[in-house]
């Protein structure tokens, strides 16, 4: 026998969309995308550095310090005083132990001031310490 009509509608209220596995998706989506993304890390200083014809590009670059032309020193977008560069180095270290220091010395800075950090550098533990240059 037929059912009346607002006997149908009734039962049709009471049905909804379970949204629980879509959600479940778009956190799994949203972690593995966090996981997997690499973010660029910066000095915080535009600096011109010199041209090398031998330079060769170093992929792993982990802890990058900046020499303005006025020999200022910049990590992590923070100016930082020469007697910090060690500590600062030595903790970057500390959270990356593969990790290898890279200083972008401006092509005005002293070699004293590039001395003094590669120095600190080498004090916090670091023995892969590379200068950044630009090819020809």
Known sequence: MRQPFAKIFEEDEDSEINMTP???VVFIMLIFFIVTASFVKES?????RPEAATA???????I???ISP????WINRRRVDIRAVQANIERLH??????TVVIQADKKSTTEMLVKV??????AGVSDVS???DNE
């Open 22 to 24: 879509m959600l479940d």
């Open 44 to 48: 915080g200083l535009e600096v011109n």
């Open 56 to 62: 060769v590009k170093k992929e792993r670059a982990n």
């Open 64 to 66: 990058l310090v900046a």
């Open 70 to 73: 006025n020999n200022e020193i």
């Open 94 to 99: 500390a959270e990356n132990p593969q990790g």
């Open 118 to 123: 590669m120095d600190a550098a080498r004090s």
């Open 131 to 133: 200068l950044a240059a």
